[in-house]
Nanobody, 121 residues
Framework: QVQLVESGGGLVQAGGSLRLSCVASGSITGFNAVGWYRQAPGKQRELVAT???????NYAASVKGRFTMSRDNAKNTVYLQMNSLKPEDTAVYYC???????????????WGQGTQVTVSS
């Protein structure tokens, strides 16, 4: 089973940028989709962005125009470039990969430890 490890989080001021990385222990080319998710304290985990095996991306309305998801198959890595960060972006960010039906419904049973993003006002 391919393991995914998130990194790149940190503390940043509003308006700043961060780039998150999601490194897979094996090839990611076999997955239909990869998703970035986030969970803020007291809230449910939500889907932030997805990327298909062909590189097509989609974003939640709350991050569209500010976040960019990309993938480097040679490095088995998916990225989330986050610009113009807002305090409401504060959350633990996770990545996961699998069939579209699972990615879109956040239906995974196993999650990594995630990476904390904190945006100060």
């Amino acid at each position: 089973q391919v393991q995914l490890v998130e990194s790149g989080g940190g503390l940043v001021q509003a308006g700043g940028s961060l780039r998150l990385s999601c490194v897979a222990s094996g090839s990611i080319t076999g997955f239909n989709a990869v998703g970035w998710y986030r969970q803020a304290p007291g809230k449910q985990r939500e889907l932030v962005a997805t990327i298909s095996s062909g590189g097509g991306t989609n974003y939640a309305a709350s991050v569209k125009g500010r976040f960019t998801m990309s993938r480097d198959n040679a490095k088995n890595t998916v990225y989330l470039q986050m610009n113009s960060l807002k305090p409401e972006d504060t959350a633990v960010y996770y990545c996961n990969a699998g069939p579209w039906s699972v990615v879109l419904t956040t239906g995974f049973t196993l999650w990594g430890q995630g990476t904390q993003v904190t945006v100060s006002s």
